[in-house]
C-alpha cells in the first residue's frame, strides 16, 4: 500500500505511488505512468506518456512537440500563481535545462511544497540559473548528489573541452564528442560555436538545436549529420551511439565522452583509440 508523510498542522500530504502525489488532489509531478494531471519538470521527463494533461512551461511542451509528443498542455509561465482547487501553484526556474521548472504548491492555510527535478543554480549558455526559495516541504531529485559525479569549475571544464577539439582538429582528425543529446549537448554546441567552431550532428539533436535556435538560444550553425564532412567539422553523437554505423565512414576520428551529470560537470576523459 502507499504511504504519506504526514505533517502535523497542515493540509498538504505527500505520497509515493508510482508517482510524486498531493493528496486529496490530482496533482501529481513527474509520474512515470498515466496520470489525469502531471506536473512535467523537464522535457526528458515526457517520455511519451498520456497524462490527461501536462502542467509545465512553454519552451517544455515545445520540446516535447519536438519529439512527436501529442498531449493537452497546461502552460505556465515562470513566477504567475495560479489555483488549482484548494492549492495555489507557481513555477519557477530549476535550471538544469531550457523550460525546466520547479513547482511550488502553497494549501489554503499557507504550508508550502517546493517539488523541483534536478537543480542547478549556475548561469549557462542556454539556460536561466535555477531559483532558490524556501518552503517547509521539499522534494527533490538528487541525482547530481552521487558519489560517483565528479564536479568541476565550469571554466575549467570548458577550457578543456576546446583545447582537445583543437588539438584533434590538428592531427586532421575528426573530433566525435558522445554527448546526452538534450541539455548538455546544446550546451556544448553554443559553447563550440561561440569558439567559431564548425558543428555537424546527429539527427536527436540537431532537432532539439532547431527548437533552441527558433527562441534565439543558439545561433543556426549547427547542422545534421551526413556523410559528407569537411576537414573542419566537429561531430556531436549521443553517448548510446558510439558504435553507430553513421560514423563508420569517417577515415579517422577521435572520441571523448562528456559525462551528462550536469552541462558543466563535463570530462573529454573517455578518449576511444584513432581509427
Known sequence: ??????????????????GIHIKDSVLWMDAPRKVDLCFVSRVQKCSGLKHGKILCTELTAMLCKSRGLDANFLISPYGQAFSLGELDLELYPSGCMPGSAQLKVKSRNKVT????????????????????????????????AHPQVKDEPKEKVQKSIVTWTKDTLGKKTTPVLLVNPMGCAQEIAALLTEKQFSIKAHSSISSICKVYSSIGLLPKWVKSLGKKLSRDDVVLMPSHLADSPILRYLER???????????????PAAQKAEK
Open 113 to 144: 511544497l517546493l517539488y523541483t527535478g534536478l537543480f542547478d543554480p549556475r548561469t549557462h549558455r542556454t539556460t536561466e540559473a535555477g531559483k532558490i526559495h524556501g518552503a517547509q516541504i521539499l522534494v527533490m531529485d538528487s541525482g547530481w
Open 253 to 267: 576520428s577521435s572520441f571523448a565522452l562528456i559525462a551528462s551529470s550536469t552541462k558543466t560537470a563535463v570530462h
Open 1 to 18: 500500500m502507499p504511504t504519506a508523510k504526514k505533517h502535523p498542522d497542515t493540509m498538504l500530504d505527500v505520497e509515493y505511488w508510482r
